[in-house]
């Protein structure tokens, strides 16, 4: 009689910790759907190159970028629901191109810098994400869309710097201060 006890115990138990695990997908479930994002003002107006300015830096043919540049603007466009895993995408592409060899028009700190700041908003997005803040969402994905925007414009202005020579400045050659050799405010 005891062990029909134990069984009939054991198998209540069993029967309890399903219907738990019942409850606790569905509000898992619900707190997913609890996730709202509005349109950040930056993500409407997202800025774009000419395509003059893509074909004379050869901005097709930097893979990382174009796919970076891809996912960036498929996230502005997108459901609340898989934000999460596109935000995931996006940090594991864009550490892809910090990573990879940047071509020579490109391959300088300004622009590197820049992709990095995106970077960290993409794991601050991924962040609030993960922890249902709406709002504090919204502001990251408008902060998000904001530093996307300024590193294209630091892309362009990046690419007109370098094409301009120093000659045309009116300079012959800059001038080198070597501080070991003679240091700036020595009497020499």
Known sequence: MTRLKYIILIAALFISCKNKTEVK?????????????????NAV??????????EENKINEWKN?????????????????????????????????????????????????RIKV?????????FHASNNQSEKLNVA??????????LLRRMISFAEERQISLDSVGFDLPAIQDSKTNPAFSKN
């Not at 999460?84 to 020579?104: C, D, G, N, R, V």
């Open 65 to 113: 970028f174009k796919q970076f540049k891809e996912a960036i603007e498929d996230l502005s466009k997108l459901n609340p629901k898989g934000i999460i895993i596109f935000l995931s995408e996006l940090y594991k592409i864009t550490k892809q191109m910090l990573q990879a060899p940047f071509p020579e028009t490109f391959n300088g700190l300004p622009v590197y810098s």
């Open 45 to 54: 107006k997202l800025t774009q190159f000419t395509p003059q300015f893509m």
């Open 118 to 126: 995106v970077q960290t908003q993409i794991i601050k997005c991924h």
């Open 25 to 41: 997908q569905n509000d898992i479930e619900k707190v997913n759907d609890a996730l709202s994002i509005a349109t950040p003002n």
């Open 141 to 150: 994905l408008d902060e998000l869309y904001l530093e996307y925007n300024i």
